[in-house]
Structures are given as C-alpha cells and as structure tokens.
C-alpha cells in the first residue's frame, strides 16, 4: 500500500524532518507509486541525513539507473561497494549500469568473481546472460538465463529474459511462453509495463498482430520508464472513434523509421476523415518536407521534444494555440484500428514522395557521373547505438560476396560516419563505393529520398533511410533477422510489397545470407547486361 505508506512517512518527518530513515521510507513508498523524481528528492536528503548511508546511495542508483542516469548510478554503486565489496547485489547493480554504456568487457569482469564468490546468486546469472545477450551471442545468454531460474524458478526477470532471448533465435512459440510467466510473477508496476511491451513484439511475431497493438500501448503507460509524456489538452483518440468531418491530430513517435513505417495507415485515416475532415501530422523536421508531398491534403509540421522532470515530453509548437484540434493520437496508436491483421496491410506500391524533380537531377548525376551499371544503394548500419542495435547488423566484413559482384554501381546511402568501411571494401575488397556528392545522407532527408528514388535497388538492413527508399517504392531488399517482429509471422515485409527479405538461418549467421543476396544481385546485374 504505496500511498499509505507515504502518509505515515510524511508524518514521522511533521515530527522530526531531519530523521533520514523518514525521508528513506518516503523515498521507497514514492518509487513503489511510481513518483521518481520526488523519490530521488526524498532519496538525497536521506543520503544527507544518515551517517552509514551506503545503502541509501545503492538504493538511489538503482532508482537513477532505472531513470536512465547510468553514470550517476555507476559513481553511487561504487560508493555502495566500498563500504561493501563483496555485496554480490552492489556487485551486480554495478555491472548492469556498467553494461548499459556499452562496457560489456569490464561487467562481464565484475560479475565473474562475484558468480565465483557466490554462485548460488540467481541475479548474477541472469545480468551475466543479459551483457552476453547484448553482444548478441543469444545461445550462451540462454544457458545463463537457464541457470539463474534453476536456482531461482520464481524469478520474473530472467524469465523475461529467457523469452527474449529466445524470441531473437526465433522461437516466438516459447518466448510468449516466458514473457507470460514472467509477467505472472512481478510486483512493480513499470516491470510489468516493460514486460508488456516486450510481449507485443512476440504476439506480432506469432501473427497475433491485433493483440500485438493494444499491448504496444504499454509504452504509453503512466509507469513505462521510458513513455514519452504529450503535451495536449484535447481527447486522445481512441479504436472506434468517429472521426469523419472532424479535425485529428498525429504526432509521430520512436525514431525516424518507425515514424515512416507507421505513416502506412495515414492514406486510410485520411479516408475515414471524409473530405470534411482535416489532418495535421507532426513528425521529426527532416520529415516535414516529405510528408507534406505525400499527404498534401493535411497541415504537416515539426515535433518539439523537451526534457520535463527527467522524462521526455512532446509537443506541436508549430500549432497556434487557436488552432481547432478535436482528436489527437501517437501515430503507432493508429495501428490498432488499421492494421490488425496481415490482410490489413494494402499492397499500395507507395505511400510517400519523392521531389520528382530531385529525381531527375539524381538520375543525371548517376548517369554522368557514377560507373556503368545498375546502381545499387547500400546501407549496413545504424546510427542508434542505444539498444544493442548493433546486435541486428552483420560485420561490415560479412558484405564481402555482395561486394564482389561485377556489373553493378555500389552507391553510399549510409548516414554518419562510415569512412573506415568505404575505406576497407577499397582496400580489402578492391570495391569503390561511389559517395555521391553534395548531400548530408543524415540531414537532407528530403533530398535522401529523391537520391532513392533513383537507384534500381537499395539493398540493406532496416534503418531509417531502407524505411524512406521503401516507403517511396524503390525495389529493395531487406536483410532482415530471426524472430523480427515486422515480418508480421511472415517471411515477407507487409509494410512494403515490393520489398524482398533476406532471412540467415539463424541469429549471426550472417555467411548464408550475404551468400544469397549475392547471388540475387547477381542475377539483377546479368538480366541488365541481357538489355
């Protein structure tokens, strides 16, 4: 009883407000009810208050850690372990925030002589199979996470982790297993949600994908860690809304593909709002230019996005506060009205433009500039390192065989910095990527989309820049991986009819695949030579 709780606390400290085990408990019953930043108030004038007060700093890292503020949770676990050094618990909890920043060598160095001084500690055997889960070696993350249930069978983490684990290896079937049994066994409100959020992805992977959607929603939960807070005052559209005649508000969300990927049911919102009806769509500026020529029926403008006590807040600061606004929604809350089956999804070839006249200016270019050949757009990396992203992208090396086939024009599409690999498939591979010139590949969106929209092909791993290519009908081919929950339970790509998917046999096998990719490339090359 969280509230209760924090009545009594705040009652001890109308007594005495410098007792410091006052502000502690306040600071335990206010991250219970899910009130972080007054709980990390409460947690620091404990800190102030108590002489011995190692615990209070372990227990405001992981508050901290739990907020994303994993350097500050870092210097507050070592603290706890100085008075501590053996605490396998400090030990583990500094691993994790360690692990977070991407430092998977030194967790990996904390958490083994801890496993050694006590093996019997389930939660060093699930953070264990959590860093090795992040460096992508799924199968050894398993028997990790297999270990830490033998000991502790009730143990809803590292049963969530084993479903995820096993989702990436492609067993959707035993991951929602997991992810259920997990979500059976947690208290906190904010793991549950997190759990809930991992289960749509599963759901979406078995084909539930209606189900899959209303879980999507946990992400808007007031007590989802990492929910984006929207700052509007009218009603939030709901699945069965009437909207026709009516003026609806879509703010975009997630990150640049996914505010692409989601624009799929837009043409079909605009249909249900009948010509009475009035769109506005905000989405991330380099957008802006791109969804206004593809949707030039509606007003389309820039997201703001602000830090508000320590959470992220959104908003539409390019509307006037006059503006008539009856309904508005996060664009990925469309997906439970339009697309709630496979069948759902519409063969369109396209639904964004391209600037037809950059088009043309590209084509010229690649004509009179770039090798003979058809012109192929590569794409092997992500600019996103939160995540373990890097987990979903083959080693630039593995592009060797694509790289090797003759008759074709590689092009430069990837965005930031990617010099050290244009300068290894010169040198390792004797391939010249041809960069095509004047043209910031992260910034110039717009012009990104017409440089596409040129190619004869884009080939790549999901980014935001295979989202606009596909979004705007180019051919492509998507190498996509194991328990990939847009394939929708399919092995084809629903969002985009023309996009063909590369699949490896299993998570990091990335030889097969490139092995086939080449191969199709290679037919595309003779089949243009033939004309």
Known sequence: ??????????????????????????????????????????????????????????????????????????????????????????????????????????????????????????????????????????????????????????????????????????????????????????????????????????????????????????????????????????????????????????????????????????????????????????????LVPMFQRAFPQAQVGPHGTYILGGKLARGAPFLDESARVDLWTPIGSLLREFRRSVEAYPARAAFMAADPERVAYWREVLQAEAPKGPKVGLLWKSAVSRDSRHRYFSPFAAWEPVLAQQGVTFVNLQYGDCGEELAAARRDFGVDIWSPPGIDLKQDLDDVAALCCAMDLVVGFSNATLNIAAACGVPNYLISTPGAWPRLGTTAYPWYPQTRVFLPPAFGQWEPVMAEVAEALGALAKVAERE
């Open 1 to 286: 009883d969280h509230q209760s709780a924090c009545e009594w606390a705040l009652k001890a400290l109308e007594q005495d407000e410098r007792n410091g085990f006052g502000w502690y408990v306040l600071a335990i019953a206010l991250e219970r009810a899910g009130d972080f930043p007054s709980s990390i108030a409460a947690y620091e004038s404990a800190l102030k208050l108590l002489p011995d007060h190692a615990d209070v700093a372990n227990d405001l890292g992981r508050l901290a850690f739990r907020l994303g503020m994993t350097p500050q949770a870092e210097s507050l676990f070592r603290h706890f372990l100085v008075r501590y050094p053996d605490h396998p618990e400090g030990a583990n909890n500094l691993a994790c925030a360690i692990r977070d920043q991407g430092r998977h060598g030194e967790a990996i160095e904390i958490l083994r002589p801890a496993i050694v001084k006590s093996p019997e500690i389930a939660m060093l055997w699930n953070t264990m199979g959590t860093v090795v889960s992040d460096q992508g070696d799924f199968v050894n993350a398993l028997i990790f996470f297999q270990e830490a249930l033998r000991l502790d069978p009730a143990f809803p983490k590292a049963r969530y982790n084993l479903g995820n684990a096993k989702l990436l290896l492609g067993d959707a079937d035993g991951a929602i297993v997991d992810c259920e049994a997990a979500m059976q066994g947690v208290l906190a409100e904010d793991e549950r949600q997190m759990m809930r959020l991992a289960r749509s992805t599963i759901l979406m992977a078995l084909g539930r994908i209606g189900e899959g959607w209303d879980d999507y929603e946990a992400r808007l939960h007031p007590q989802f860690n990492e929910r984006t807070q929207f700052l509007f005052d009218q009603p939030r559209w709901e699945p069965g809304s009437d909207i026709e005649g009516k003026t609806l508000l879509v703010v975009g969300e997630q990150g640049l593909g996914d505010e692409i990927l989601f624009a799929n049911t837009l043409p079909d919102v605009i249909e249900r709002l009948g010509p009475k009806g009035r769109l506005i769509v905000a989405v991330e500026s380099r």
